[in-house]
């Protein structure tokens, strides 16, 4: 039976984690703006955008992990029930994520959520955007993310002894930062930011999640690529 790790966090209501958790929020809207403006122009234009995006994340993870550090302390090696217990919890997000796929296709008739659609649409305006939002959604995006909804929503937001409200909390906001059209995607959204959420809770170590994250974006951006090429 895996032990459960207690998860710093405030003994009580911390104004310095909401502060930090909306600047984080702002962040991760602010940094994808280069991208609309990477198609058109000259290539030393789109390059320069191109820069800008980059450097905003790198930026934005930056002031992130500071953050998380004030009120995080330590970074401890996973072990293997960490990493059992994250294969479960990828397990759980894609059976969840096929039930629900099917859920919103009867009900609905969208194969894909809102969310996806968009990266699709936006991944196909120019060669050096989908390099570029490729890159970010498997190398930063789970860095930037889980800094933001894991890291400082639950550990600088919730007192550490509580546990189900800030996992619920964590799949709630998740999902309402991600497009979506429907009931069923948002569920599917809010699921996933939830499991990311309980696996960080259970382990404490922000790289479990941080992992997870990045293996379901790898994953989903490979069937995205996929599909544009057929």
Same mark, same amino acid.
């Given at each position: 039976?895996?032990?459960?790790?207690?998860?710093?966090?405030p003994?009580?209501?911390?104004?310095?984690?909401?502060?930090?958790?909306?600047?984080?929020?702002?962040?991760?809207?602010?940094?994808?703006?280069?991208?609309?403006?990477?198609?058109?122009?000259?290539?030393?234009?789109?390059?320069?955008?191109?820069?800008?995006?980059?450097?905003?994340?790198?930026?934005?993870?930056?002031?992130?992990?500071?953050g998380?550090?004030?009120?995080?302390?330590?970074?401890?090696?996973?072990?293997?029930?960490?990493?059992?217990?994250? !294969?479960?919890?990828?397990?759980f997000?894609?059976? %969840?994520? *096929? =039930? /629900?796929?099917?859920? +919103? #296709?009867?009900?609905?008739?969208?194969?894909?959520?809102?969310?996806?659609?968009?990266?699709?649409?936006?991944?196909?305006?120019?060669?050096?955007?989908?390099?570029?939002?490729?890159?970010?959604?498997v190398?930063?995006?789970?860095?930037?993310?889980?800094?933001?909804?894991?890291?400082?929503?639950?550990?600088?937001?919730?007192?550490?002894?509580?546990?189900?409200?800030?996992?619920?909390?964590?799949?709630?906001?998740?999902?309402?930062?991600?497009?979506?059209?429907?009931?069923?995607?948002?569920?599917l959204?809010?699921?996933?930011g939830?499991?990311?959420?309980? !696996?960080?809770?259970?382990?404490?170590?922000?790289? %479990?999640t *941080? =992992? /997870?994250?990045?293996? +379901? #974006?790898?994953?989903a951006?490979?069937?995205?690529?996929?599909?544009?090429?057929?």
């Open positions: 039976m895996q032990e459960k790790l207690k998860v710093e966090g003994s009580k209501w911390s104004w310095f984690g909401w502060v930090w958790f909306v600047l984080m929020l702002i962040l991760t809207t602010v940094v994808q703006i280069p991208l609309v403006y990477i198609k058109g122009g000259v290539l030393w234009h789109q390059l320069m955008w191109a820069a800008f995006y980059l450097l905003g994340f790198v930026v934005a993870i930056a002031v992130g992990f500071w998380y550090h004030r009120v995080h302390h330590g970074w401890q090696r996973l072990n293997r029930n960490d990493w059992w217990l994250m !294969v479960k919890g990828y397990a997000i894609i059976v %969840s994520e *096929i =039930i /629900l796929g099917s859920a +919103n #296709n009867i009900f609905f008739g969208e194969t894909s959520t809102a969310n996806n659609d968009a990266l699709q649409q936006l991944m196909g305006r120019s060669t050096l955007t989908l390099i570029m939002l490729s890159l970010t959604a190398l930063a995006s789970p860095f930037l993310e889980e800094l933001t909804f894991r890291g400082l929503l639950i550990d600088g937001c919730f007192p550490a002894k509580w546990f189900w409200v800030p996992v619920i909390a964590s799949g709630v906001v998740f999902s309402l930062v991600h497009m979506s059209d429907n009931l069923i995607s948002w569920l959204y809010a699921i996933m939830g499991t990311f959420a309980y !696996v960080y809770k259970r382990t404490g170590k922000l790289q %479990s *941080i =992992i /997870l994250h990045g293996v +379901n #974006n790898l994953i951006m490979g069937a995205m690529l996929t599909t544009m090429l057929h």
